[in-house]
């Protein structure tokens, strides 16, 4: 089984700051991949980022990076310059990488983020 | 490219009575999956196809749930008949194959049952 814990309900970051999202994971599987998705008050899921467990170098998508640390089963997003549009829900999310199919994703909680002036 | 539509994106209706969603993925996708959003919790799969295949159904409520992907494209998740703790969103989303891509979600539908 594999579980995603956010502990971090709510998060305040002033404008052109940075901010770090916690997520820590626990699974049995050998091979998995990580993922960030921001959802707006729309209540779309954006995919973000994306970090597979076998890959040696961080993963950064423009201003988002994820500072993955596998023996401490954390993956946090790193928000660089903050925007006022970066309010939002974020989740973090993971899956097995496995053959056949059936990789379904399994979501934390979510942190809320609020950019203030 | 256009992404994940979903429809209607608002639905009330009363317990006990039915409902049903649609969903078209990006086109080419064949991996299509449907996740139930409770309130101030993350999204739960209910189903997964591979084409017009169900690759994963374990947390679907069989009893009261249904989906189908006929044509291996479009699809539609119904419930029948609906309780009050079947409010929540339910996204649709799709991947393009199934073990290492990436999933794209639709808007959601916002379901609410009185």
């Known amino acids: 089984a594999q579980k995603i814990t956010q502990t971090q309900p709510g998060m305040f970051v002033q404008e052109k700051e940075a901010v770090t999202l916690d997520c820590t994971y626990d699974?049995?599987?050998?091979?998995?991949?990580l993922f960030w998705y921001k959802q707006p008050s729309s209540g779309e899921m954006i995919f973000l980022i994306y970090q597979g467990s076998y890959d040696q170098q961080n993963a950064t998508e423009g201003r988002y990076s994820l500072n993955f640390q596998k023996a401490r089963k954390s993956a946090n997003l790193v928000i660089s310059a903050s925007q006022l549009g970066d309010s939002a829900m974020y989740f973090c999310?993971?899956?097995?990488?496995?053959?056949?199919?059936?990789?379904?994703?399994?979501f934390g909680t979510g942190t809320q983020l609020k950019v203030e002036l | 490219e256009a992404g994940v539509a979903q429809s209607p994106r608002y639905k009330i209706i009363e317990k006990r009575q039915s409902v049903a969603f649609w969903c078209n993925p990006i086109?080419?996708?064949?991996?299509l999956y449907w996740y139930q959003q409770i309130l101030g919790q993350g999204p739960k799969l209910l189903i997964q196809f591979q084409n017009n295949g169900v690759v994963d159904d374990s947390q679907l409520p069989k009893d009261r749930f249904s989906a189908e992907r006929l044509k291996g494209v479009d699809s539609t998740l119904k419930i029948q008949p609906a309780k009050l703790e079947d409010s929540a969103v339910y996204l649709c989303?799709?991947?393009?194959?199934?073990?290492?891509?990436?999933?794209?979600f639709g808007p959601g539908t916002r379901l609410t049952v009185l």
């Open positions: 699974t049995s599987d050998p091979s998995y991949g």
């Open positions: 999310a993971m899956r097995p990488i496995l053959t056949g199919g059936g990789n379904k994703l399994t």
């Open positions: 989303a799709s991947s393009l194959q199934g073990n290492t891509d990436t999933q794209y």
């Open positions: 086109s080419g996708h064949a991996t």
